[in-house]
């Protein structure tokens, strides 16, 4: 016990006594560490943010598109026919698994009430079964009703950020706003949600499908169908569904690719993790090298520091000092060193990970487990590159080190 | 008997040269006594100080200290009887230079395994003795030469060992702090310790009882002498 606290007050004492030395010596440790403390930090901040959003967002929605939201050859569905009222005809026969389905219309307009605008605003045509695919509950008022759908009515639900900036504290409910030049009747504002890509609930207005048609033209837009499945084992049941009769509907001849794309939320799931794997891949690369050349900083220091105190370990050798207490107070003076250095790389790693939250949209989460992985890691390195120069001092013959000048 | 040689013989192999360093010895020294070993450089006094120190172990012979058979001992062994029995005073004082009085009293404990509460007590006894208790908390670069080497003393005592090896213990100070420190010993014998002293100097063996004198690694002559 007592040979460790020697070890640990042998290390502080080196540093303080050439603390340049110590720096440059543990500066790859500092490094390493800096960098798998931030990456982590960051990874975990984006699981939170994005994963968990990612969740809300429902997996269970199928999107029928004309483009695939991730394919690195877009420039092939220029030439694709637009979805209509056909192929949504034609997919709410068949698919009976959806629990429910609904046509979509987007476009982005500015929206007027009185004086107030609020600009570039998605709207939406949809019908009321909307409601449940998205969970889009309406926190004030109802959403949009069958009746309304059916009868393209003017009316239109409002995202709680579009309410927000059109009536301030007013309540929106019965008020009329301002699209091109239709207005629509406010019959609900949705719940607050979060953001997620274009499909942000918040800055959106939704209103009957029907209304859509007559107010913004169908004509050179594409559909898109959105069905919501009751879990993920029938996903692909319905996709195949889809795909047969959306070929047959499209008279795609065999053998050729799709001319549409049935979407979900999962391709982003996948391209996450594309991105976290690469960023933990680099983290990995990073952090192994620094660590390596951090590590060889180490043993180096520590065979300098082996020859120059030759004789102390004679003198300690002589008081009665076995090869295994010699070896042990250089190991622990090795990994005193670098896990000074892993803990300046934890604060660093963690000031980084504060910064990068603060400077870019990148969230930054700290976990308890990064710290320890980070010291541990250094520590690793501390024994692995200190056992050599240890053994070294470990192994001196007291007899010639008790005569070293 | 606290030492007993018999045949003891160290060859040092330099290549292909065999140096016959001690050439079977025999020596007892009984409990108490307090013995010189002398001779010019050469005739394998270092060898003889290494070998009764259990730094080393002889190529063929015995050596029994205290009844412990050394010869044949591995280096963990050695490390141990050499912590237990034997307290080293050498020329060049050997303190650790970044270590308190006090801490380098302390070291041959911490290898003994003692508790720091009875560590501290006893170090600070073993100071006592040698009238440093006041220098406990200076560095060895505070410290007079002779105050150096009575720290060195102090911790060549605080195991209570066997047997007190001192290698040219006044080799590197003036002859008034050389005769302050064989003064010390003398004492320390008079207080029942067996001390061992290697020199080449005339004036210091003869605070010693018993003169052994070796040349080409062999005992020349081994007198007894009454202390003036």
Known sequence: MIVIWEGIKQALYSLRANPLRSLLTTLGIVIGITTVIAITSVIEGLNISFAEELATMGSNVLYVQKWAWVDKEWYKYRHYRNLGMLEYNAIAKIASDAQFISPMYRTVKDIKHGNKKAEFVMVAGVNEQYKDIRAAYPAAGRFLVKYEVEGGRPVCVLGSEVAESLFGQENPLGKNVLIDSTHFRVVGVLEKKGKFFDMNLDTVVLVPFGAFERAFGARHRSLTIVLLVPDQETIPKVENEIRAVMRRVRKVPFGKEDDFAINRVDVFKQLYEKLTGGLYATMFGVGAISLIVGGIGIMNIMLVSVTERTREIGIRKALGATNRIVLFQFLVEAVTLSAVGGIIGVVLGLLVAQLIAKVSPVPAAVRYWSVLLGLGFSSAVGILFGLWPARSAALKDPIEALRYE | ?228
């Open chain 2, 1 to 228: 008997m606290l030492i007993r040689c018999r045949n003891l013989t160290k060859i040092y192999y330099t290549g292909k040269i065999q140096v016959p360093a001690l050439i079977e010895i025999d020596l007892d020294v009984k409990q108490g006594e307090f013995v010189a070993i002398m001779g010019p450089s050469g005739s394998g006094k270092s060898t003889m100080m290494n070998i009764l120190g259990c730094l080393d172990t002889p190529t063929y012979g015995i050596y029994e200290l205290d009844g412990i058979q050394i010869q044949s001992r591995t280096e963990e062994e050695l490390a141990r009887i050499r912590n237990r029995k034997i307290g080293f005073v050498f020329q060049t004082f050997n303190l650790l230079p970044r270590a308190s009085a006090l801490a380098n009293v302390e070291l041959p404990l911490i290898y003994a395994g003692i508790t720091a509460e009875e560590r501290h007590q006893k170090a600070m006894e073993a100071l006592g003795s040698v009238s440093l208790v006041d220098r406990a908390h200076h560095k060895p670069n505070e410290l007079s030469g002779g105050e150096r080497q009575r720290v060195a003393v102090a911790r060549a005592l605080v195991t209570g060992p066997s047997l007190v090896l001192a290698d040219e213990p006044t080799g590197n100070l003036d002859s008034k702090t050389s005769n302050e420190i064989m003064s010390l010993l003398a004492k320390l014998h008079e207080a029942g310790n067996t001390i061992l002293v290697i020199t080449h100097e005339q004036d210091i063996a003869k605070y010693a009882h018993r003169v052994v004198h070796l040349r080409d690694g062999k005992i020349e002559s081994d007198a007894m002498r009454s202390v003036s």
